[in-house]
T-cell receptor
Framework: GAGVSQSPRYKVAKRGQDVALRCDPI?????LFWYQQALGQGPEFLTY????????KSGLPSDRFFAERPEGSVSTLKIQRTQKEDSAVYLCASSPSPRDSGGQPQHFGDGTRLSIL | AQSVTQPDIHITVSEGASLELRCNYSYGATPYLFWYVQSPGQGLQLLLKYFSGDTLVQGIKGFEAEFKRSQSSFNLRKPSVHWSDAAEYFCAVATYGGSQGNLIFGKGTKLSVKP
């Protein structure tokens, strides 16, 4: 597709369940980012992939959060044993060049709105 | 640490009026600066970016922004607002190189447009 695609658009889960969120970046984009956007806040960085390598996971809030991009294209963000505070919109973004190549604009998907009951 | 401040949480303007959204950043050198817009239920769309050079940058949808180093500001402007501009606007900064290429966002300014 032409843009970054995320699925599902909405996810409701009970506290304690595991969830998996998918991101399909723009074809050929090297960099892939995950952000978490709490209600009324700006997005906050979670993790970064350059191709299949996860180079930065400094923003992951706990070890319940896990991300992968095994073939350097589609990425999955998994949250284990979900908690109410995990409720947020999870945004995926991609860009054509490596992160350290200098301020490349990031192209965002529409996000997955996660609600934990 | 780098940070972005958007002092106005919510702004209401009349259709056809001019608009200025404020953004201040904290960083030791000249950063990369961005403005994104987010409509309800959607992702972020890039309006414009500043990397270097001319401090007045033009973006899509008739928006422009001016980088002022002395004030650490990157305010977004539009001369005449349209009802379709109602959305949330985020200013963001990315720093140079290495592990600092992530975007740091402000908390956003919600724009309402009165008919």
């Amino acid at each position: 597709g032409a843009g970054v695609s995320q699925s599902p658009r909405y996810k409701v889960a009970k506290r304690g369940q595991d969830v998996a969120l998918r991101c399909d970046p723009i074809s050929g984009h090297v960099s892939l980012f995950w952000y978490q956007q709490a209600l009324g806040q700006g997005p906050e960085f979670l993790t970064y992939f350059q191709n299949e390598a996860q180079l930065d996971k400094s923003g992951l809030p706990s070890d319940r959060f896990f991300a992968e991009r095994p073939e350097g294209s589609v990425s999955t963000l998994k949250i284990q044993r979900t908690q109410k505070e995990d409720s947020a919109v999870y945004l995926c973004a991609s860009s054509p060049s490596p992160r350290d190549s200098g301020g490349q604009p990031q192209h965002f998907g529409d996000g997955t709105r996660l609600s934990i009951l | 640490a780098q940070s972005v401040t958007q002092p106005d949480i919510h702004i209401t303007v009349s259709e056809g009026a001019s608009l200025e959204l404020r953004c201040n950043y904290s960083y030791g050198a000249t950063p990369y600066l961005f403005w994104y817009v987010q409509s309800p239920g959607q992702g972020l769309q890039l309006l414009l970016k500043y990397f270097s050079g001319d401090t007045l940058v033009q973006g899509i949808k008739g928006f422009e922004a001016e980088f002022k180093r002395s004030q650490s500001s990157f305010n977004l402007r539009k001369p005449s607002v349209h009802w379709s501009d109602a959305a949330e606007y985020f200013c963001a900064v990315a720093t140079y190189g290495g592990s600092q290429g992530n975007l740091i966002f402000g908390k956003g300014t919600k724009l309402s447009v009165k008919p």
